[in-house]
């Protein structure tokens, strides 16, 4: 695919987000009896796995511990109390798989999330509850549909009310944004024209974690860029003093605080402070300050405008957004040393 071709596919993606929520929102899921439920693991890894984090955010006041666990195994504690989502797109990544086959030694109750692929397979083969989304996209950008049904479960299942209804309101909002983000010289295009060779930071509280984490993924997936992620307060007590050496790359970072009416009024006191205390080592510091009615509206808006800079930072660079080749060739190699 050409770059010109690949760019305007991206494009087209990445405004797909708010139709693949509303779609997602009819998907089938299974329901379950939380009363036997003691602890949530969401599995999965790279854009898959930012639907758990999201998941896990908007379904803030279950009280029930949750982790999104990007790896092969799963945390000691897992045991049939648990419920363990195991999501892959493609269905195929070796980890998410390895993930699902620890629950399933452990007798956990699990579903999976996937558009094909041995995990569509395994789940079919073995009984578990399959939610099959569409195929097709390259992982990072089917985040809708992947993050819904995690939402949906527990709606279904009485655990929560609502939620699913304040995401219908999140796909409106994105679908009014979505035209204004589009053109150049919106806030997205002008906050990636101030990344554009420079070394980004990306600073967030740690309920926005997720948030921060999907802005560094994104960078480096469709720009083939450097990205560093951190979260307050931690980075307060490490991080700050390291913004100093070596000189010549520091001077080339630019700093973004993401930043949410609902931040602690500590942490709020904390973005002022610290960016006044790296401002004179980096080359720049600015807020970005999230938009929208509800919580996970607001949370959506950030993902939302980070996507559309990572798009527009790989139009700076020149890069194919969609291609990523270092990724492929890395899973086509371990796939060949079994
Ligand atoms: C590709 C992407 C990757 C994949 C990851 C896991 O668009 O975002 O981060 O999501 O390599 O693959 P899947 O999602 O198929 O399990």
Redesign the pocket.
């Known amino acids: 695919m050409e770059r010109g071709e690949a760019e305007a596919k991206m494009l087209e993606f990445i405004k797909k987000l708010p139709d693949e929520i509303r779609e997602a929102l009819d998907f089938d899921v299974p329901a379950f009896d939380f009363s036997e439920i003691a602890h949530v693991v969401f599995a999965?890894?790279?854009?898959?796995?930012i639907s758990g984090d999201l998941a896990k955010l908007h379904l803030s006041e279950v009280p029930i511990p949750m982790e999104s666990v990007r790896d092969y195994t799963l945390p000691p504690y897992v045991s049939e109390k648990t419920l363990v989502f195991v999501?892959?797109?493609?269905?195929?990544?070796e980890e998410?798989l390895a993930a699902y086959g620890d629950a399933r030694e452990r007798g956990a109750k699990l579903v999976a999330v996937t558009s094909d692929g041995k995990l569509a397979e395994m789940a079919e083969r073995d009984g578990v509850p399959l939610v099959r989304i569409p195929g097709g996209l390259?992982?990072?950008?089917a985040l809708g549909w992947l993050f819904v049904p995690l939402v949906k479960v527990f709606e279904v299942s009485g655990m929560v009310q609502g939620k699913l209804v304040e995401l219908e309101r999140v796909a409106d909002y994105l679908t009014e944004l979505r035209d204004e983000f589009s053109t150049p010289d919106s806030p997205p295009f002008e906050l990636a024209s101030r990344l554009y060779l420079r070394l980004p930071l990306i600073y967030t509280s740690r309920r926005l974690a997720p948030v921060g984490f999907r802005w560094k993924?994104q960078i480096n997936?469709n720009a083939k860029a450097f990205a560093h992620v951190a979260e307050l307060p931690e980075l307060d007590h490490n991080e700050i003093t390291g913004i100093k050496n070596p000189p010549e790359r520091v001077e080339e970072m630019w700093a973004v605080f993401l930043v949410d009416a609902d931040d602690h009024p500590r942490i709020k006191l904390r973005v002022k402070h610290t960016q006044e205390l790296i401002r004179d080592s980096v080359l720049g510091t600015e807020v970005l300050e999230s938009k929208g009615e509800t919580p996970i509206e607001r949370a959506f808006y950030l993902v939302y405008f980070g996507d559309f800079v990572s798009f527009y930072l790989a139009k700076f660079y020149f890069e194919d957004p969609i291609a990523?080749p270092r990724?492929d060739e890395l899973?086509k190699r371990l796939a060949n040393e079994q």
């Open positions: 999965g890894m790279g854009g898959s796995a999501s892959s797109y493609s269905g195929n990544t998410a390259p992982p990072r950008t993924a997936e990523i990724i899973k």
